[in-house]
């Protein structure tokens, strides 16, 4: 699932893909695949228009957006619509939405409600997870003998993978209420298959620059695609402008260069995407606090595939280099927090009922399930199954991650995200507000089918005893659970795994 800007010139990513994969690379289960980032933004963009929360940018990105067709009929299209709302972070439902031909003039004619409220819900809960990182206090750092010191050095990472027509960076740097300001220290990726990238580089993102913004999009020569992307801004107003910003009229002109676009497709090897990540035009540091988003994903992905990413991920903290003084920084006081690496998954939940098995069949009819018969072996259907397939409960996900290398990991089906905790009422004050749910028996139903899970794998500093408490002020606060839970975990509502 790769391609080149050039195409006499084969990507590394090409280069290290399994032939398997490069000879399915144009394949009708790719194209299904990749068409799922418009009924992402489909779905969200109905949201924003009914009111249930606000997003400048979700117009600008949609435009041109059709979506996945799917030929069933209109009523298993509403058994689709009603049983899959899975989608990437920050979007709608992926693969089984209404397609964009019964949708009218307004993404919002051709979705139900039911599908409305579990789009917000999703986008709310990932957006608390992302929220809880970059809030999280990492100026204290542990010492040696437990306490902790100021540290003000630090970069937080944000790695969004299959991120389609998300709009999360431009929300959190732009939008109302923005977490993300000018001199933060916040480094953004953004990855996807390198055809979607370069739309995204060149048509999407160009788009949705608020007024009074320059846009640069620099491509890597050495990869062919990716970008470093440039945003100046030379406007007062309240998009663009942190509070010190519209305070102080000398220092409107701000520039962003922490934004990335990475082109890869995530069925290939993992260690050629941190090569991608950690060149030198993109500045991604293996020792600084990061997290990687995977909304609805993981689900895609073949199982085995599904399970490589995640052990990169779980290896990929690395100890910082040598302080000034020729030590490392994991054995000086008061120089570095122990690096870690969060990731924020949300995914469906099949279980092995009836509506779990609906989820599966609707998205095998769209072209992008694998066999039906696990021991099918026919040659008209080769593919391997998918993870969706293979990880079908809340604790099949949790192990996975802890069986991949997170430390810990703590989750929780969406209805119990949404009634306790992680959605605030506020939030779910506004979406009543929005319109009338007449289907709430299948609304439970439907959020108990999809999960939100936190998992955490740190590198500690040397030495068990100080390991684990290195690590819990640290990153494991972000697997917190009660009153003091960073993203809303409650006791009693969630499940929480050790390695």
């Known amino acids: 699932m790769s391609s080149n800007s050039n195409p006499s010139s084969p990507s590394p990513h090409q280069q290290h893909q399994p032939a398997q994969q490069q000879r399915g690379n144009n394949n009708e289960y790719d194209k299904a695949v990749k068409s799922t980032a418009d009924d992402a933004i489909l779905a969200k963009l109905s949201c924003v228009e009914k009111g249930y929360y606000d997003d400048p940018f979700i117009s600008a990105m949609s435009r041109g957006a059709s979506g996945l067709v799917n030929k069933a009929t209109a009523s298993s299209m509403r058994s689709c619509s009603t049983s899959i709302s899975g989608s990437r972070q920050g979007q709608g439902p992926r693969s089984c939405r209404h397609p964009s031909s019964m949708m009218g003039n307004s993404a919002s004619s051709g979705t139900e409600p039911i599908i409305r409220r579990g789009t917000?819900?999703?986008?709310?809960?990932?957006?608390?997870?992302?929220?809880?990182?970059?809030?999280?206090?990492?100026?204290?750092?542990?010492?040696?003998?437990?306490?902790?010191?100021?540290?003000?050095?630090?970069?937080?990472?944000?790695?969004?993978?299959?991120?389609?027509?998300?709009?999360?960076?431009?929300?959190?740097?732009?939008?109302?209420?923005?977490?993300?300001?000018?001199?933060?220290?916040?480094?953004?990726?953004?990855?996807?298959?390198?055809?979607?990238?370069?739309?995204?580089?060149?048509?999407?993102?160009?788009?949705?620059?608020?007024?009074?913004?320059?846009?640069?999009?620099?491509?890597?020569?050495?990869?062919?695609?990716?970008?470093?992307?440039?945003?100046?801004?030379?406007?007062?107003?309240?998009?663009?402008?942190?509070?010190?910003?519209?305070?102080?009229?000398?220092?409107?002109?701000?520039?962003?260069?922490?934004?990335?676009?990475?082109?890869?497709?995530?069925?290939?090897?993992?260690?050629?995407?941190?090569?991608?990540?950690?060149?030198?035009?993109?500045?991604?540091?293996?020792?600084m606090p990061t997290l990687f988003v995977l909304e609805c994903v993981m689900m895609y992905l073949p199982e085995e595939a599904s399970w490589d990413l995640l052990r990169h991920l779980a290896d990929s903290p690395i100890s910082p280099p040598p302080s000034s003084s020729g030590m490392p920084q994991d054995d000086d006081d008061s120089s570095s927090t122990s690096p870690f690496v969060a990731v924020v998954v949300y995914d469906p939940i099949p279980s092995n009922d009836r509506f779990g098995q609906r989820m599966i069949d609707n998205l095998q009819r769209a072209g992008i399930t694998g066999r039906k018969d696990p021991g099918s072996s026919s040659d008209g259907d080769k593919r391997p199954q998918l993870s969706l397939e293979r990880t079908r409960t809340l604790s099949d996900q949790l192990t996975k991650l802890t069986q991949s290398g997170f430390d810990v990991a703590v989750g929780c089906d969406m209805m119990n995200a949404y009634d306790h905790g992680i959605l605030s009422m506020d939030d779910r004050r506004r979406a009543a507000r929005c319109e009338m749910l007449d289907e709430l028996e299948e609304f439970v139903l439907l959020m108990k089918h999809y999960c939100l899970l936190v998992g955490v794998s740190s590198k500690g500093r040397k030495g068990d005893e100080n390991e684990k408490s290195c690590n819990k002020c640290v990153g494991f606060q972000l697997c917190s659970v009660g009153k003091d839970s960073l993203v809303g975990f409650q006791e009693g509502r969630c499940v929480v795994v050790h390695r």
């Not at 916040?186 to 739309?199: A, C, G, K, N, T």
């Not at 970008?227 to 509070?243: D, E, F, L, N, P």
């Open 120 to 287: 917000h819900a999703r986008v709310k809960a990932v957006d608390r997870a992302i929220d809880a990182f970059l809030s999280i206090p990492l100026s204290a750092t542990c010492k040696n003998d437990g306490t902790t010191t100021a540290n003000r050095n630090i970069v937080r990472q944000v790695v969004v993978l299959g991120a389609g027509r998300d709009t999360t960076y431009l929300r959190h740097r732009f939008g109302k209420g923005s977490t993300i300001h000018n001199g933060d220290g916040v480094r953004w990726y953004e990855v996807d298959h390198p055809s979607v990238i370069v739309q995204k580089a060149h048509s999407w993102l160009s788009s949705c620059i608020p007024e009074g913004c320059s846009y640069e999009c620099d491509v890597n020569v050495d990869t062919g695609n990716s970008y470093a992307v440039t945003m100046t801004s030379q406007k007062g107003g309240t998009i663009g402008s942190s509070s010190d910003e519209q305070s102080n009229p000398k220092s409107r002109t701000t520039t962003t260069s922490n934004y990335h676009l990475i082109g890869h497709d995530l069925r290939s090897s993992p260690a050629t995407l941190f090569e991608t990540l950690t060149h030198p035009r993109h500045q991604y540091d293996r020792s």
